[in-house]
């Protein structure tokens, strides 16, 4: 099985009574998501007869997907981006320079996860447990610095959508695509060191 | 304050036909069930804890404390539920009764018989239910039941299939830490970022809550569903008594495991205690409880990193579940927060009374709040290559859904096997296999062409359902599951007539009785929504709706219950148009930014 697309919400910041727009308060988001979840809430129609109980839990679910994408600046730029007729596939052209750092990179954590690993003597020994301890810190200082320059990025996005520059948009998110992918694999490295 | 979404006027008439409902707290050591009485909740019963202990004798089933310390007694089974014998590995040696079972789920043997952890749990649930109908004084029309914020999919179903089991309507599966926050939130007024503490007997949560104007909003949650007070008393007991070796009964591992859990709990307000020819200090106590303690502190780390908080940031730290009360365990969370814990509720009985007002809210009660609680472990499907797609990731805002559309691989692939997951790690062996299915029927094409789409939906207990279309060709196909860990619905229908087994008349009557009630309000509800909105309603469609009435007020005349919920589906589903007619247009009024009360007064009961 292979992914080919998905979907978002068709009217995100409309349900939550936002304008369509990049730049926003996180706090004024979370207000705009609260006065609605009060109204619309599928627990307020908890004893009503069972049409309007799916009706409202549609209703609900809705508006908590609307919040992921709006919420969430990557998710709300890629939105945005959709909106304006620009979609990202997921065989994208990148630049060699990107592609290479990427790769040193992850190769660089690939050995983080390794180090120590080869002709364990004797499992749960304390040695064990001290290389699982130096691995996990190898990994946390590699994520720590990669979340860094995750935010840098997510924080030049305002300026681009400022200058309304679809293609740097797109550029910048075909980046933050690689970098999360690298921040969610420094993570599932961590549960197995757990 | 809490926002008033109440129609102004209606409470007296709730009042009057306020259902009965509770909250109940199924915990890996204790259970408690509470209600909503004048206003505030409170647990019923006079000792409030029901030890989770079952004894199960030749004629006669006990629970509680008349069930603990009798030989094959069987307890703790909430560490088995929804758990398959891979999960359970480590713990194992240290339980006092066999298991069997495969990867998917387990049994156990007690007393010469072979029982499921659903049925055990299920006969905790009757005993609490009992409890709560005596006190109350009737039959009890819903319960909210609480479990881990970290239980998967596969708890969660088996929690919900133990409720059935027990013949509790469940309203609603609540985390443990969001009922604490409800209970502390309304109790003391707070405001702002918490992080909720709850360490039971078995399982541990680690949540961070924003709580403003009657909403709890959960930002994060993490945690260990095997990890409590539980481990603390093994590992001591393996320190002073020693692992257990063979010929020892299971009997004195069982001796030996319940001693230690009393010296821990004495060292709660003592220094030291003797035991076994050994003083053992609260330092002891201490230095053996670190590694536990350092896996707690790694989850509440993680948590703080999803929700993007420094403990700086946070308001409290509430602490919950009967683990900490001791002093160890108070320390270490003081030291990971840098602050002083909240500890001022019961910390055994915080969880109960927050699903008591949680089902008062449900009912209809007073109370006004919101809860928006999250997924806490992504979901997501197989890909080629062992490698998890993940559509729905963990601390999303339930109820969510999520579809992706996925292509075939392989040229002329008619089947698409389905096999979803649930976990944060980047292969799906590694994770939780929550459930498997092949759609068929794909028609043969190049590789890439045909199009299957998937959908993850989670309802507000956190619970998935799938779907899978194929798309390519126009002609869709259409499967759902339900991931079913514990049982088949057919296994706890079956169970459930044998439960009864010479009680079956009685549940037929109690059936009988709720239906009538339920019939009683649907119909009211009805005509009262047909005449004031008369406008929004077709001909055609109030005619059929009469008829559907007028069919509910014969079956409920009969003393056939199936025949009265076909009855009333059959209401339901002739009216919907109308009830999406009126729902639209509350939802209209929210858009213009009319309040909902306004444009619906006599919208709810």
């Keep these: 099985m292979e992914r080919a697309s998905s979907s978002s919400s068709p009217d995100a910041f409309g349900l939550l009574g936002l304008p369509e727009r990049f730049d926003l308060d996180p706090a004024v988001i979370e207000q705009a998501f609260f006065d609605k979840s009060k109204d619309l809430h599928a627990d307020r129609f908890a004893s009503a007869p069972a049409a309007e109980r799916v009706a409202a839990l549609s209703r609900s679910r809705a508006l908590n997907d609307a919040y992921q994408v709006v919420k969430k600046p990557v998710a709300r730029a890629e939105y945005l981006l959709a909106r304006a007729g620009v979609t990202i596939g997921d065989n994208e052209r990148v630049e060699p320079e990107l592609l290479m750092e990427v790769l040193e990179l992850r190769e660089e954590l690939a050995e983080a996860k390794g180090a120590g690993k080869v002709a364990v003597a004797s499992v749960g020994s304390a040695d064990e447990r001290g290389d699982a301890q130096r691995r996990a810190a190898t990994i946390e200082a590699l994520r720590a610095n990669m979340a860094g320059r995750r935010d840098a990025a997510v924080g030049a996005l305002a300026q681009l959508f400022e200058r309304a520059d679809l293609a740097a948009i797109k550029k910048q998110l075909i980046l933050l695509r690689y970098l999360d992918r690298y921040l969610e694999e420094c993570d599932a490295a961590l549960d197995a060191e757990d | ?605």
């Design chain 2, 1 to 605: 304050m809490l926002m008033q979404i109440a129609e102004p006027g209606q409470s007296k008439v709730k009042e009057a036909c306020k259902p009965r409902v509770v909250g109940i707290d199924l915990g890996t050591t204790n259970s408690l069930v509470a209600h909503v009485e004048d206003g505030g909740p409170k647990c019923i019963g006079e000792d409030p804890l029901v030890p989770s202990v079952v004894w199960y004798g030749e004629a006669s089933v006990l629970v509680g404390r008349a069930a603990e310390g009798r030989p094959g007694a069987v307890a703790s089974v909430k560490r088995l539920i929804g758990r398959g014998m891979k999960d359970l590995a480590g713990v194992r040696a240290m339980l006092p009764y066999e298991l069997e079972g495969d990867d998917r789920a387990v049994k156990l043997r007690a007393a010469g018989r072979t029982i499921s952890p659903v049925e055990v749990s299920a006969d905790i649930l009757k005993t609490l239910k009992l409890r709560a109908e005596t006190a109350l004084g009737g039959p009890i029309e819903g319960a909210v039941i609480t479990v881990p914020a970290y239980f998967d999919d596969a708890q969660r179903q088996a929690t919900r299939d133990a409720a059935r089991l027990a013949g509790l309507e469940v309203m609603r599966l609540m985390a443990e830490p969001t009922a604490a926050a409800v209970a502390y939130g309304l109790d003391r007024g707070s405001k702002g970022l918490y992080a909720v503490f709850d360490l039971g007997g078995g399982t541990f949560d680690i949540s961070i809550l924003k709580l403003v104007d009657g909403v709890f909003e959960v930002k994060a949650t993490g945690g260990d569903s095997a990890l409590g007070g539980d481990d603390l008393d093994r590992a001591l007991a393996k320190e002073y008594v020693g692992p257990p070796a063979d010929g020892v009964s299971r009997l004195d591992v069982a001796t030996a495991v319940a001693e230690a859990r009393r010296v821990k709990e004495a060292l709660t307000d003592r220094e030291r205690v003797d035991w076994r020819g050994h003083t053992v200090a609260r330092d002891d106590l201490r230095r053996i409880a670190q590694p536990l303690l350092d896996r707690c502190g790694r989850a509440c780390r993680r948590v703080l990193k999803d929700a993007e908080l420094a403990r700086e940031q946070l308001d409290g730290v509430i602490l919950v579940g009967g683990s900490t009360r001791s002093p160890v365990v108070r320390d270490y969370v003081r030291e990971v927060f840098g602050r002083e814990p909240l500890c001022d509720l019961d910390p055994d009985q915080v969880v109960a009374l927050g699903a008591a007002v949680q089902a008062d809210v449900l009912a209809g009660g007073d109370h006004k709040l919101v809860l928006l609680d999250v997924v806490p472990l992504s979901l997501g499907v197989e890909m080629m290559g062992g490698v998890v797609e993940k559509l729905v990731h963990r601390q999303t805002t339930i109820p969510c859904g999520a579809t992706q559309t996925f292509t075939t691989y392989a040229d002329n692939q008619t089947g698409f096997d389905i096999h979803i997951v649930q976990g944060e790690r980047e292969t799906a062996d590694a994770c939780r296999s929550l459930a498997r299915f092949v759609l068929r029927g794909v028609p043969p094409m190049i590789a890439g062409m045909a199009r299957v789409e998937i959908t993850f939906l989670v309802d507000a207990d956190g619970l998935l359902r799938v779907t899978a279309k194929e798309l390519a060709t126009g002609v869709e196909t259409s499967i759902e599951v339900k991931p079913s860990y514990g049982l088949t619905d057919e296994e706890v229908e079956r169970m459930l007539v044998e439960s009864f087994d010479h009680a079956e008349d009685d549940l037929a009557r109690r059936n009988l009785a709720v239906e009538r009630v339920e019939a009683d309000r649907i119909l009211a509800a009805t005509r009262g929504a047909f005449a004031s909105d008369d406008g929004l309603l077709e001909p055609d469609i109030r005619a059929a709706g009469e008829r559907a009435m007028a069919d509910l007020e014969v079956a409920a005349r009969g003393d056939d219950y199936l025949k009265i919920r076909a009855a009333i589906e059959a209401l339901d589903l002739a009216t919907k148009p109308f009830a999406q007619a009126r729902m639209n247009r509350a939802i209209e009024a929210q858009l213009r930014g009319k309040s909902i009360d306004e444009a619906e007064a006599g919208m709810e009961r």
